[in-house]
């Protein structure tokens, strides 16, 4: 059964979710609300940035273009950690400390048009939750990831894809980066008994094929053994977010995205 989380139309998990405390379990109505972006609702764009047509993504910097038309990206260990806990969701964590929202691996085909789109919905205990995690993964070709590779056998190795075009010629990215994502969420995100609470998970993607002067960069540039592979991967493993998003609008709702 394929592991793919697919954005762009309904959710497509390939399991049941649940809260990790199965002893208790989590109360009658109270969730959290997965989302994903790329990018916010349409506003006007921005000198070198993207056209919000939504998919494919284009960019220029004014002597080069790159269009985006697909990202793909493997992610595990999806997690929410309580704010009574001080440390990160690790094995040594216990089911009252954080809320696995997934374990994964899974294949995340990221939006690319405007605003968040719902990922999943997933009951947990009430309480307030401070810190987002996740980890960007590698699959190897093992025990643990046997059963995603068999669905997805060309990310054996690979830990995010995108496809699209540099100046017109058509390129494909890929990347083995591997990290860790611990997301404060400022403020904490607090889960009452009733209802749904709501927040996005924001992935910059126009950072990532620039350098720090802005320019482009090539993506062919940064595949492996590249001269740029190693910005662009420093680039990917900073362009992630997350916060409170009720209006689903790619917005951190308090103002700080």
């Known amino acids: 059964m394929s592991r793919t989380i697919r954005l762009a139309g309904a959710l497509a998990l390939a399991t049941t979710l649940a809260a990790c405390d199965s002893s208790s379990g989590p109360s009658q109505g109270s969730a959290v609300s997965l989302a994903i972006a790329t990018r916010g609702t349409a506003v006007a764009p921005t000198a070198g940035g993207p056209q919000f047509s939504g998919a494919p993504v284009e960019y220029t910097d004014g002597t080069n273009t790159l269009v985006i038309n697909s990202v793909e990206m493997v992610v595990k260990e999806v997690e929410l950690k309580r704010s009574e806990f001080t440390s990160s969701c690790d094995s040594t964590a216990s089911d009252d400390d954080c809320e696995e929202l997934e374990s994964g691996p899974y294949l995340l085909d990221l939006p690319l048009s405007g605003g968040a789109t719902s990922v999943v919905t997933v009951d947990v205990l009430p309480g307030t939750y401070d810190e987002f995690e ?82 482009l960069i090539d993506p062919s540039s940064a595949n492996k053994g590249g001269q740029n592979e190693s910005v662009v991967n420093s680039n990917i493993t900073s362009s992630f977010d997350a916060f409170e998003d009720e209006d689903h609008d790619g917005h951190d709702d308090h103002g700080e995205d």
Request: proline letters at 5%.
């Open 134 to 215: 996740f980890k960007i993964h590698k699959p190897s070709d093992d025990a643990e990831n046997a059963a995603f590779l068999a669905a997805h056998p060309d990310f054996e190795g690979v830990s995010v894809r995108v496809t699209g075009t540099w100046n017109g010629a058509a390129f494909t990215y890929e990347t083995d980066v591997s990290a860790e994502q611990e997301l404060d969420l400022v403020p904490p995100l607090v889960v009452t008994d009733v209802g749904t609470s709501d927040f996005t998970l924001y992935i910059d993607i126009a950072t990532w094929f620039r350098a720090n002067d802005n320019s």
